[in-house]
């Protein structure tokens, strides 16, 4: 069984820091791998008065992050599981902390025991299961990105510098306030923060505030929706999703704050004409002031939510309090963290989190190598250089660390293609997002989910060919390695099916004599270029792929030159070809001698050959 991305790179950490001389840089290497055991970081982060602390709130299932402009606001508060409920650590910018505890209100104090500028963060510890595998960032309001110093992004996102053996979040929740077409500006504030906190499509959700706040419809969301779709349109190489949230609604509901009294006070409303209710609620300040009941409502569920608690309670008069705040979470767009089904369908806010939390081995694995690869450049003495040159080789862009890392390969092109280093069509970028939102191979290259295992195998290798092309056409060296493995994600893909479709259908299938392709069977050779001989005596050739470049050399027909019968069908020769290429190919994402590399690229063409005759299908198909 391969270990997880997250444990592989902790393990790196560990070995890495018990060779190091130098005990700040072990420590740095250490503190890198002790992140990649602790729950997933994700921070949330937007404009003043946007939403994001009650956006918090409706994460954690609790209302206990300060939306008020105290000196809470003004630092980064970290929300982490813990059994000690309550319980409050102040760590300072001078490496020491301070311990204080929950207010009565169940929120951080309202005044610190040190000036907010000496505070690095909070830290608030809550009994919450959510919070096992998850741990919430608040981050102080901002009016104006100003991301050009990297260094003050980061600390107002992370609480540091977010450097080396720093602590910076591993996914990012950004808080766009919903307004009726987003500028130039607003759009390039986000990606200028989330570049500098090192933020991508991967790992990147932006969230609609407020959607209930704009606009005189009744029904908020098909405004929404529209404008959420041409968000993303435009943001779509820098985030996973965009999606409108109704956050008071969703903080309401899912911190259960509505009392036996408000349920009475909204079931009056509810006897209302629906006509004497909108009249009632078009001054809200004087709604508010009406009497305490009606006030409560106004700062729980804001004119939407009464409506939407009203029509509930007047369609089915006898609800209870759970049923309402059903109602409005549903109505929030939040989405239902029970359901698999509202998880997995993209769109809300739990849709979002669901992605983040399903992928957390990738994304804290994803975020670690990017602080190694940071670590490595820094100053060291001799005795440690080898070391450090032994942990760059690890990490290094052209290479997959181990096996088990390769579900990272689609998190990798996709980061690239958010920084601008692989530029793709629409058709090609809509492929890699795919790929990367979704969990099923049928799913990842757009099948219906009762796609069989040979129709998954010819799928993907269809779409292997275009990536092929980009492979050899790409115009950087960082641009070549990530298509490159995006390329061997879909010949896997193409591999492991058709094996597994082969196993369930028996022996390789034999052409039957006279059909065409028996007669292709029995066609002369492949030609292989001349260094692939010579890589037989490489020593970095795996025992299996010298037998399979060995036959590969000496076959008579395509098919014995993939190691099958002369009879064999010629789907099946495509499949084996396939799934060679798919082997030889990772090959070259280790740093290799050039003429072996050549030799490498000659195989995997070769291959490609018998896979493009046999399918009957050639490249300018």
Partial sequence: MSTAPDIAV???????????????????????????????????????????????????????????AGECTRVVTWYEYGPDEGRVDVDLLDGTSRSAALGPDGRPPDRLPVPAERVRRLRVRLDLPALRGLTVIDTPGINTVAAANEQAARRMVFGTDGTDGADPAQALIYVLRYVQRFDAGALADFRALSAACGMSGVNTLAVLSQVDRRGDADDPWPGARRLAGRAYEQLRTSVFDVVPVVGLLAETARARLLTPADLAALRALAALDELDLDDRLLDVDEFAAASHEHARLMGHLHRYGIRVAAAALRERPGLDLDAVHAALLEASGFGTAGSSAAVRAPGSVAAGVAHFTERAAQLKALSAIGALRRLVRAPSGAADRATLASLADAVD?????????????????????????????????????????????????????????????????????????????????????????????????????????????????????????????????????????????????????????????????????????????????????????????????????????????????????????????????
Avoid at 12 to 34: H, I, M, N, P, Y
Avoid at 61 to 68: I, K
Avoid at 406 to 435: K, N, T
Avoid at 568 to 594: D, G, K, N
Wanted: charged share 20%.
């Fill in 397 to 621: 862009e052209g290479r997959p660390l181990t096996a088990s890392l390769r579900g990272l390969r689609v998190f990798a092109a996709l980061d690239a293609v958010g920084r601008g280093q692989l530029s793709l069509d629409d058709e090609m970028l809509a492929e890699l997002v795919r790929l990367a939102r979704e969990d099923t191979p049928a799913a990842q290259l757009g099948l219906p989910p009762d796609a069989g295992p040979e129709e998954v195998a010819r799928e993907a290798r269809e779409r292997s060919v275009r990536w092929r092309r980009l492979t050899m056409s790409a115009g950087t060296l960082a641009a070549g390695h990530r298509a490159r493995d995006v390329l061997s994600v879909l010949e896997e893909m193409a591999a492991v099916t058709a094996s597994a479709s082969s196993r369930s259908a028996g022996p390789w299938p034999v052409a039957p004599a006279g059909s065409p392709a028996a007669g292709y069977s029995a066609a002369g050779p492949v030609a292989v270029g001349s260094e692939a001989a010579a890589l037989l005596e490489s020593p970095r050739l795996a025992p299996a792929l010298r037998t399979a470049l060995t036959t590969l050399l000496t076959g008579t027909t395509p098919a014995a030159q993939v190691g099958l019968e002369p009879g064999a069908a010629a789907h099946v020769v495509a499949e084996r070809a396939a799934q060679l290429a798919a082997q030889f190919r990772v090959m070259l994402h280790r740093p290799l001698p050039a003429p072996e590399k050549r030799g490498v690229g000659e195989v995997c063409g070769a291959y490609e050959t018998i896979w493009t005759t046999a399918s009957g299908r050639r490249e300018g198909a």
């Fill in 10 to 68: 902790a393990q790196l950490c560990d070995a890495t820091a018990l060779r190091l001389r130098d005990a700040g840089l072990a420590a740095r290497v250490r503190s890198v791998g002790d992140r990649l055991r602790r729950p997933l970081q994700v921070a949330v982060a937007g404009a003043v008065s946007g939403g994001k602390s009650t956006l918090v709130n409706g994460l954690l299932g609790r209302s206990v992050a300060p939306a008020d």
